[in-house]
């Protein structure tokens, strides 16, 4: 072997060896990242400045015109529940492109730091991965299967209300699922509540979820005032804040919890486990 051939010879050795290095250093890497929950580019949180939205993708998000600077608007709460209530307004985009079917899950829990207690407004399934919004109104009429309410008394929405002061969250869950869950019946039903949802949703493959959180802010100062039926909301003994008697809301008539502060620890005992 010449001088040359054994130049060559060692530059093809460094080559070599210096691939073989590269590929260790970058699977420790990629091993130290999973280790230590470090997101890559498509498992980002995605997050604008007007409301709380999160997806495993930064293209997959939802979005609510209801809601203003992360707050539902007064004009979308305690809606009227004759002939079911007027559901919330929804649109997305970033349906990842190997999604056979969409639902959606809204949820909110009435007591504080208690996630063992959940209440459902709206089960939806079997949407088709085209849809790309539900206007004001729709959630009952589209395309797809709605479940039980949050009372389950009818497959419908059920408007968020806290009749306590402060501030209530609620979470819109748009799931993207390799199918509709084959558990879930084709057709609207009370029988398909919170549990039996999430459930089902174990069953199929979930490719991505886009999340809208946002406040029911109440401060409690409407109370004794007429409500937009006419009906007096004040008067209850100990100056607690009684429900309205009629119209709006999910209940027809809104429970109140002792002193009214039903999202409250405190008081947490005192309140029924369907106050919203």
């Not at 070599?16 to 580019?41: H, I, K, N, T």
């Not at 479940?147 to 497959?155: F, L, V, Y």
Request: aromatic share 8%; charged share 20%.
């Amino acid at each position: 072997m010449n001088s040359k051939q054994y130049i060559i010879l060692i530059l093809a050795l460094l080559i070599l060896w210096g691939g073989v290095y590269y590929f260790l250093f970058q699977s420790d890497m990629m091993q130290e990242r999973e280790d230590v929950g470090v997101p890559d580019e498509w498992t980002l949180r995605s997050t604008d400045d007007t409301n709380r939205t999160s997806s495993k993708s930064a293209w997959f998000t939802l979005e609510s015109d209801a809601v203003e600077n992360g707050e539902l608007l007064d004009t979308y709460k305690c809606e009227n529940k004759t002939g079911g209530e007027n559901s919330i307004p929804l649109n997305w985009s970033g349906v990842p492109s190997d999604a056979g079917s969409l639902a959606i899950v809204m949820h909110h829990y009435p007591r504080a730091n208690d996630t063992t207690n959940v209440n459902s407004y709206l089960l939806l399934w079997d949407i088709d991965p085209s849809v790309t919004e539900i206007l004001y109104g729709e959630a009952k009429d589209g395309d797809w299967y709605i479940g039980s309410d949050k009372d389950g008394t009818a497959p419908s929405y059920t408007s968020p209300c806290s009749q306590s002061a402060g501030s209530h969250e609620y979470t819109i869950t748009l799931y993207a699922l390799s199918e509709a869950p084959p558990s879930l019946p084709r057709r609207s039903t009370v029988d398909v509540d919170y549990d039996t949802m999430m459930s089902a949703l174990k069953t199929v493959d979930i490719i991505d979820t886009a999340e809208l959180i946002f406040l029911d802010v109440n401060s409690n100062s409407d109370f004794g005032a007429p409500s937009a039926n006419g009906t007096p909301q004040g008067g209850a003994p100990n100056g607690a804040p009684e429900p309205p008697t009629g119209g709006g809301g999910s209940d027809g008539e809104r429970k109140y919890c002792g002193d009214g502060m039903c999202d409250n620890t405190e008081s947490a005992s005192m309140c029924p486990t369907d106050c919203n």
